[in-house]
């Protein structure tokens, strides 16, 4: 590791004129791929902010449309809210197959997001369910906001303030998960909302998570998993690495995809 | 029994300490006035140095030194050995190349040691590091072993043409061509054993400290064999004297083979703590470990088994290609020969065999012995080919191995070994039955009923363990001796202290070898102290690796507890006033045998300290004994493990339903760190069979270097083991030990691919049975299913 500078601001105002202050600074809200990064030399940041001071950011709102959590929220606090359980569990049920308990209890929904990790949870979570991700500047949705590997429209210095997940009729997660790290191998968030249904996976993609058009298509005729029958995901724009190769992760898209419409349905 | 004697499952005395973090480590030890050293690592897998520029490094904050190959070679300091000759069939030596500890010229593997910075702090050594301009002249890599001895492979080291380290054989190929030739049926596989890397959960250390007064060198290192350590650095690297040079090797967490070895590392950082005229540490990180510690298996192996009319076998034929990497670490040259081939006869009666293996270099990691080291290779061999030739024969896997079990004792087999004592149809039987054999068909329509493919296999292992006696491993080539020393003082106030040659990291020594003194002197463990891994305070000793510190180490202690023993009657003789043919010795007591006067084991250790009972010249005072103990053979622990799984076909994942393990150590000192050993084991060889793999890319790069892309067995991946035993002594060794630590990575691979072939009906699936390659074994038409 690098030596640099380390700030705890304790308001969102403090954080983002730290932010616009500081060239390479960034923002510490987990940490979980931030540090080890920079433990191997890999990243150096000239500053480090650390958000676990801004309680603003903290904490969990049920309305009866939506549910709405701050960006420096735990994966462990989700996964354990009674609110996200009843109102979403596919989201709750999510948030506890993130990583391991020590992950958990670091994580945040913020920094999951704005790292848009291709093979990250949340990411699935947000685009199935339409969330509105918010920042201290404006308000995305999560088709706009997500824009390719490790990539968000975030600018500089803007920094998320939390998310807004419209409550679902019906949602559920189906995650298979690499053998060695744990993280998606091939993850599916399935949502039915009066509106639409949407299929999101992540993982997978060279692009990091998207929207299976055709899945939602066939779905939308019958939210069940008998309507996904004959229906494959093509290997084309996949990922391949040692653990699985684009045609085996395709197969898993269509296995998932069943698993979580099953899920979503049986409860 | 006594309640802490032999064959009591007593608490470990150690995990007091070790689980509330008071354990004391080499990263632990920090010397007054310490630097720090980080070395520079080649980024390429096989490149030639055209220079290394310092002169930018050496200016940076904090640095003290920065040493390359050159400043070794100006000292004279020898390269690292390879401890066990091998000659080729034709009768030439092996063919090994230099293994400085910092290259000279050419680097031959990603994580190749390039340079030493040695600085106030590591992170002043590493920013240092990162200023050396090293120019590589980077040349093709090869990082497979059959590819590496094909026309026109990169070249790895000069001497060895075609990267060939030795053409070896063991066996008699005429008789097992005459066998081959008279089979009725031949059953025929091609294996690969995959690349391992060990993964202590301690990653190696090194401490080197220099005291220029007495000019003492002292080397605190992560050593499974500090005496083996101090040996080689002293009388082949040349870093002192050996009465110069102290190691210390204290609590080691877990080495698993990997820690037997003498690295780079700590042989420079002992020899850097003279050049700067301080103490000098390293301590890896997990990258580090996993580019540079010696690797464990890497075999391609064809192999066939010649059967006559009844099942039974006739011969077996086996061509192995073992990849050495790309230097000879230590003990590397005996893993693919003789602790590999003399095994391939298992537990069966097969009149001939002949193996050939070619030992061959490539640009990759070392690789040497790990748990099981050889064996669990040999096992996976035989055990594979007897599942596949019984299905082939339409013979039941069970019944076959049956058929084919030797059956008398001793036993010789074509290779070398003769096998003392066993009993492989009681171990199989009682496992049959553990293993509710008999429904499991049952069990295999219910799992079809929800989808799931469920099979059965079975690995009959059998090992060796305590390589011994020295002066035939000697004859075959290794150049130390595989005895035991132990030294047994029993202090005036009657307290013990054993120091042994062995070493213990994880294996509970502390209390198995307390337990020992407990059962033959009557005394509680809680006097007792196990004292190891430092050549200061233990005279020699050869270490612990190969499951040897039961049969041979104990039986030392056994040996030099013995002449306490004899000792002590003498002195009993004059305190009690009787001859000394009188006296017996038993639950503590000397009596004189027919009366009631006696006097007890402490009172007797007073009287021969204070000498005031007896004349000085007529006895020597003191009761302090030592002894020397060389086996007269291996031990041959064997069993049976039974694994049953269930796959899903639609996702590849294996999940293992039942295990049963039936094993037979001989004697066992403490039952509950045998089964310990025996489910550690077991999760090693599951590890090895369905998670671990250690990948290079044609480059040589190592795809697989952190656990984001290591896949090691987890406590959820493995179901609540049945693990029972079966007894027969062992005759080579006082005690009746054979071992137990290596047996169930030995035989874990074996049942799990069985299994899964089981399930899959056809053979074609590769180690390791990732989800991915399961899933694609899994839509493939089973021959077996599809000839029914």
Request: aromatic share 8%.
């Amino acid at each position: 590791m690098y030596a640099f500078e380390y700030h705890r601001p304790t308001s969102l105002r403090q954080a983002a004129s730290l932010l616009s202050k500081n060239e390479d600074a960034k923002i510490l809200a987990g940490g979980h791929t931030l540090l080890p990064t920079m433990k191997q030399r890999l990243a150096s940041p000239s500053a480090l902010i650390d958000l676990s001071k801004v309680e603003d950011l903290r904490g969990i709102e049920r309305s009866a449309r939506a549910v709405t959590i701050g960006a420096m929220t735990r994966h462990g606090e989700v996964a354990e809210s009674a609110d996200v359980r009843e109102a979403i569990p596919g989201l709750a049920e999510m948030a506890e197959l993130i990583g391991d308990p020590a992950v958990r209890h670091r994580g945040t929904l913020g920094g999951s997001v704005a790292n848009n990790d291709p093979a990250a949870d949340y990411p699935a979570a947000c685009l199935a369910l339409g969330a509105t991700i918010v920042t201290n500047k404006r308000k995305y949705t999560a088709d706009e906001f997500f824009t390719g590997l490790f990539s968000t429209a975030l600018d500089e210095g803007e920094i998320v303030t939390k998310v807004s997940f419209p409550i679902p009729q019906k949602a559920a997660y189906a995650k298979f998960r690499n053998p060695a790290s744990r993280y998606a191998l091939v993850g599916v968030f399935v949502a039915k909302r009066a509106s639409e249904i949407r299929v999101a996976v992540t993982g997978a993609g060279e692009g990091g998570v998207f929207r299976w058009a055709e899945a939602e298509a066939a779905l939308a005729k019958r939210f069940a998993a008998k309507s996904l029958e004959g229906l494959t995901h093509p290997a084309e724009g996949l990922n391949s690495d040692l653990h699985a190769d684009a045609a085996y992760r395709a197969h898993l898209i269509g296995v998932m995809t069943r698993r979580a419409v099953q899920a979503a349905t049986s409860r | 029994m006594t309640a802490t004697g032999i064959g009591a499952p007593v608490r470990r005395k150690e995990d007091q300490r070790f689980v509330t973090g008071q354990g004391r480590y080499v990263d632990d030890f920090n010397r007054p006035g310490q630097a720090h050293a980080y070395f520079l690592r080649s980024p390429h897998a096989h490149a030639t140095i055209r220079s290394i520029d310092t002169s930018a490094a050496a200016a940076m904050p904090g640095v003290v030194a920065i040493f390359t190959g050159e400043d070794l070679a100006r000292d004279k300091v020898g390269g690292l050995i390879c401890g066990w000759m091998i000659h080729s069939k034709d009768g030439s030596p092996m063919k090994a190349g230099p293994h400085p500890a910092l290259a000279q010229g050419k680097v031959r593997y990603v994580g190749d040691h390039v340079a030493v910075v040695v600085a106030e702090t590591v992170s002043q050594a590493k920013d240092a590091a990162e200023a050396i301009v090293v120019d590589y002249d980077v040349l093709p890599a090869v990082v497979d072993g059959v590819a590496a001895q094909k026309a026109g492979a990169p070249q790895v080291h000069e001497v060895a043409e075609d990267n060939t380290v030795f053409r070896w054989h063991l066996g008699d190929k005429d008789a097992t061509d005459a066998a081959f030739a008279r089979a009725k049926h031949v059953t025929t596989i091609d294996l690969v054993n995959n690349r391992l890397v060990p993964n202590p959960i301690e990653p190696r250390a090194a401490i080197g400290d220099y005291d220029p007064g007495n000019e003492n060198l002292t080397l605190y290192t992560t050593s499974q064999n500090p005496h083996v350590a101090r040996l080689v650095l002293s009388a082949f690297i040349g870093i002192a004297p050996e009465h110069k040079l102290r190691v210390i090797a204290p609590d080691v967490g877990g080495g698993f083979g990997s820690k037997i070895f003498i690295y780079a590392e700590e042989t420079v950082c002992v020899w850097a703590a003279r050049k700067v005229g301080r103490p000098v540490k390293w301590t890896s990180d997990r990258t580090e470990a996993f580019l540079s510690d010696a690797h464990g298996r890497d075999h391609a192996t064809h192999a066939e088994m010649a059967l006559d009319e009844n099942g039974r076998i006739l011969g077996l034929r086996v061509q192995t290609v073992a990849n050495l990497g790309a230097y000879l670490s230590t003990f590397s040259s005996s893993v693919p020969t003789y602790l590999y081939a003399p095994l391939l006869s298992g537990s069966y009666d097969i009149p001939a065999i002949y193996a050939e293996v070619d030992g061959v270099y490539t640009n990759t990691a070392p690789v040497d012995a790990y748990r099981g080291a050889g064996r669990p290779e040999a096992t996976f061999v035989i055990e594979r080919l007897a599942e596949v030739a019984a299905r082939q024969i339409g013979m039941d896997p069970a019944k076959f191995r049956r058929k084919n079990y030797v059956r008398s004792f001793p036993h010789q087999t074509p290779v070398i070994m003769t096998y003392d004592a066993g009993d492989y149809v009681t171990t199989l039987d009682k496992a049959l039955e553990a293993a509710d054999y008999k429904n499991f068909g049952r069990r295999k329509r219910e799992s079809a009923r929800s989808g799931k493919l469920r099979g059965i296999g079975f690995s009959s292992y059998i090992e060796a363990c305590g390589i011994a006696p020295s002066q035939a491993v000697g004859s075959l080539g290794a150049g130390v001796g595989l005895w035991e020393s132990a030294e047994v003082r029993v202090n005036p106030t009657g307290s013990i202290e054993v120091l042994t040659g062995s070493h213990s990291h994880g294996q509970g020594h502390e209390t198995t070898f307390a337990q020992l003194v407990s059962d033959r002197l009557g005394v509680s463990i809680d006097s007792v102290s196990i004292v190891h891994g430092d050549t200061d305070k233990v005279q020699f000793g050869m270490g612990t690796y190969g499951s040897r510190s039961g049969a041979v180490g104990m039986s030392a202690i056994a040996k030099a507890i013995d002449k306490v023993i004899a000792k002590g009657k003498k002195v009993a003789a004059h305190v009690l006033e009787a001859s000394e043919g009188d006296i017996e010795f038993k639950d503590g007591k000397f009596t004189v045998a027919g009366t009631d006067r006696s006097a007890a084991f402490g009172d007797i250790a007073l009287q021969a300290y204070i000498a005031h009972k007896f004349s000085g010249q007529d006895l020597e005072p003191g009761l302090k004994e030592g002894a020397f103990y060389d086996p007269t053979n291996f031990t041959f622990p064997a069993g049976v493990h039974i694994c049953e799984l269930e796959i899903d076909p639609d996702t590849g994942i294996v999940s293992i339903e039942r295990w049963t393990a039936v094993d037979d150590f001989g004697v066992i000192i403490n039952p509950m760190i045998v089964e310990g050993q025996v489910h550690g084991g077991i999760a090693q060889g599951v590890g090895q069979a369905l998670h671990e793999g250690a990948f290079y890319d044609a480059s040589g790069q190592l795809v697989t270097a952190s656990f984001m892309d290591y896949r090691m067995p987890r406590a959820a991946d493995l179901p609540s083991f049945v693990v029972e035993t079966t007894v027969t002594p062992c005759p080579s060794n006082p005690l009746g030990i054979k071992g137990c630590g290596e047996a169930g990575a030995i035989a874990a691979p074996a049942a799990v691919i069985n299994a899964i072939t089981d399930a899959l009906g056809h053979e074609d699936i590769a180690m390791p049975a990732t989800p991915q390659n399961v899933w694609r074994a899994a839509q493939k038409t089973p021959m077996r299913m599809a000839a029914e």
